[in-house]
């Protein structure tokens, strides 16, 4: 690998661990990498701007509410309510600047319980399996 290859997967590392740790790339840290890497603001913000899975902006908070009306905890939402809150390491009842992790009453599915909403996004008939996948596609991890 050629050294300006070198430099360029060494910003995207840095990059990333950025946004994975603040969820979003601030102006504050396109400066600070520009130092780092010796490079222009304007290089870094390229490079940042180029590829679409870095945020620029603060992303909106995700409300997750799980229902814990009698038809859904019977079907072992509570049991799935410590599984999101394991996952995303925050209790329940707890917010944090951008998610916040509650219970609510019965939305009129219970149908398709057991429920889980992220703000207007409703997901129905959720495991383990489908909550890892939601979590990701709603980027929370
Ligand atoms: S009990 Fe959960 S949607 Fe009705």
Redesign the pocket.
Known sequence: MNKINKNKKLLLERLLEIQNKNLFIRESDINMLAREFQKSPAEIYDTVSFYANFNLEKPSKKIIKL?Q?????SKKNEKLLNFVSDLLNIKIGESNDYISLETCQ?????DK???MTINNNIYTSITEEKIKYILKIEGLI
């Open positions: 229902c009306s009698p038809t859904c905890h019965c939305i009129g599915m219970c319980g057991p429920i």
